[in-house]
């Protein structure tokens, strides 16, 4: 085994990711990544291969690839110009036009220039409909309010009669109706609250339960450098990959029954499930590849 491959080696372990794992992060066939470990590259493809299969397997494991590349150069394969396909460094010419094409091709400035005058014309058509339309609805009389009349002065005038009777009219008594005994026996449910809790964990595994609330939203947020797999109760894959630090992916499960992440870096992997924070039963220094399970029960 090679100095390289025990530094790879070495950070694919610290991450708690075995081989499969990493084989299904990089999708690099596993004998491929024992090649690269061993120092072996007579079994890959080519030499150009080799330097991209070790760029994806140090992204994955968190290694910058460059640094790498330079610090064991003498044991990296240089890539040759003559290795890269020599369909890379042709270039086709362009066919030639058809006689049709080129027809097209004389008669389509003319055509632009028809739809422009077209359109012009249809423009001050409609400016002028929209100028006469105006002068004549400018130049129509005003229609006097009849109705509006003055009674303020007047002491027959409706207002006057109206205030009299407001005087003289004596004042109602105030009932005030019981109020409805049974509107006042209700009262309002008070919402549930969220529960989330730990049911049972073993080893690196865990399992929490979810109640009172109709929605699941899954949050992860990363502090460092993790990766992470995210699967519903069928087992389908609904996230898989590295997030770095300080991003974060969300997940909606709420038409689901059950959430189970596999966590390859816990202590820089933060969960939340509707915006509350889990509190993981298996603490991320003591293990820091686990497996998280969520049961959702929506009430009835």
């Known amino acids: 085994m090679t ?3 025990n530094r790879l080696k070495e950070a694919r372990t610290a991450r708690g990711m075995t081989l499969d794992d990493l084989q299904e ?3 690099i066939q596993k004998r491929y990544l024992v090649g690269i470990e061993e120092g072996n590259y007579d079994m890959m493809p080519g030499k150009f291969y080799v330097r991209a299969f070790i760029k994806q397997y140090c992204e994955a494991v968190g290694l910058d690839s ?5 610090q064991y150069k003498s044991e990296v394969p240089a890539i040759a110009n003559q290795e890269l396909p020599d369909q890379l460094s042709r270039v086709r010419t362009r066919k030639s036009l058809s006689p049709s094409t080129s027809k097209f091709m004389e008669i389509f400035p ?3 220039v028809s739809i422009f005058v077209l359109g012009a014309i249809i423009l001050v058509y409609v400016l002028w409909v929209n100028y006469n339309n105006d002068n004549k609805s400018s130049g129509s009389p005003e229609v006097k309010n009849e109705d509006n009349v003055n009674y303020g002065e007047t002491k027959n005038s409706p207002l006057e009669k109206d205030k009299e009777k407001e005087e003289t009219k004596e004042p109602e008594e105030k009932t005030t109706e019981p109020a409805d005994e049974e509107s006042k026996g209700t009262e309002e449910e008070p919402e549930l609250e969220q529960e989330l809790a730990s049911v049972s964990n073993a ?3 865990s399992t929490y339960e979810l109640k009172n609330t109709d929605k699941f939203l899954l949050k992860l947020s990363s502090k460092g450098e993790t990766w992470v797999s995210v699967k519903n109760a069928n087992g389908k894959s609904l996230f898989e990959g590295i997030l770095k630090d300080s991003e974060s992916k969300e997940i909606d499960f709420s038409e689901e029954t059950e959430a189970k992440v596999r966590i390859g870096n816990a202590a820089a ?3 939340y499930v509707n915006e509350e924070l889990l509190e993981y039963s298996v603490s991320p220094t003591k293990s820091t590849t686990q497996t998280v ?3 959702f029960t929506k009430p009835e």
């Open 293 to 295: 399970t969520i049961q």
């Open 269 to 271: 992997t933060e969960i």
């Open 110 to 112: 003319k055509i632009l």
């Open 66 to 70: 460059e640094e790498i590349f330079e």
């Open 3 to 5: 100095e390289l491959g």
């Open 25 to 27: 992060v990089t999708k």
């Open 203 to 205: 080893g690196t595994n």
